[in-house]
């Protein structure tokens, strides 16, 4: 969304429209959900969630737009899961256990952590490519779920609600060379699962 988008959504939420509240939540209940994920655990999402829409609902009238709508709901989010869980707060680790599949080369990245060659296109839509397909993305998400929980909080939070690596530094407290070996580990899992699965046609 841009600023103006902002603007006239917290307009129209501040004016008690319900599809405004409708909209606000379709939009950014995902990302808020990650976030207290990667925070708080899965155990606590639901709770740090509730506590982050409350403090929205209540300092809506507050929101000056120095920062995105987005931005201001994720910090807001991200302060809910520290504030309330602040004896569980995990140390990250970097040692992890080692890929199902074994380690690939750091060759596979370039120095801005893109692909340098990325995994081969599925394009085709025949029964049998979509079948493929389907097992191949039910594998992905098996792998996402296998992942320590900050290796998949940060690869769901960049790849999936697109945040940028100093976003995930703020919200999450690492520094940014913790973000970035997060990244890149949980990226070379991933790709291990999918050569994996394209040499064998299995997860």
Not at 56 to 77: A, C, D, H, M
Not at 87 to 110: C, I, K, N, Q
């Amino acid at each position: 969304m841009s600023s103006t988008d902002d603007a006239l959504l917290i307009q129209r939420l501040l004016a008690g429209e319900q599809r405004a509240y409708r909209e606000l939540v379709s939009t950014y209940q995902s990302a808020m959900r990650a976030v207290a994920y990667a925070i708080a655990g899965q155990r606590h999402v639901d709770e740090v969630v509730q506590d982050a829409w409350l403090s929205v609902v209540r300092n809506l009238s507050s929101f000056q737009g120095r920062s995105s709508l987005k931005t201001w709901l994720l910090t807001i989010t991200a302060n809910a899961a520290k504030n309330r869980y602040k004896s569980t707060r995990r140390e990250v680790l970097l040692d992890d256990l080692p890929a199902p599949h074994g380690t690939l080369d750091d060759g596979r990245f370039a120095s801005d952590g893109h692909w340098r060659v990325g995994p081969a296109a599925w394009h085709e839509d025949t029964p049998e490519a979509l079948l493929t397909e389907g097992e191949l993305r039910e594998c992905l998400e098996k792998t996402l779920l296998s992942l320590p929980q900050l290796q998949s909080s940060v690869l769901l939070l960049r790849e999936r609600q697109g945040l940028e690596a100093e976003e995930i530094c703020n919200l999450l407290d690492l520094s940014l060379s913790n973000v970035r070996v997060l990244l890149h580990r949980a990226r070379l899992k991933v790709f291990a699962t999918i050569e994996h699965f394209e040499g064998t046609g299995e997860c």
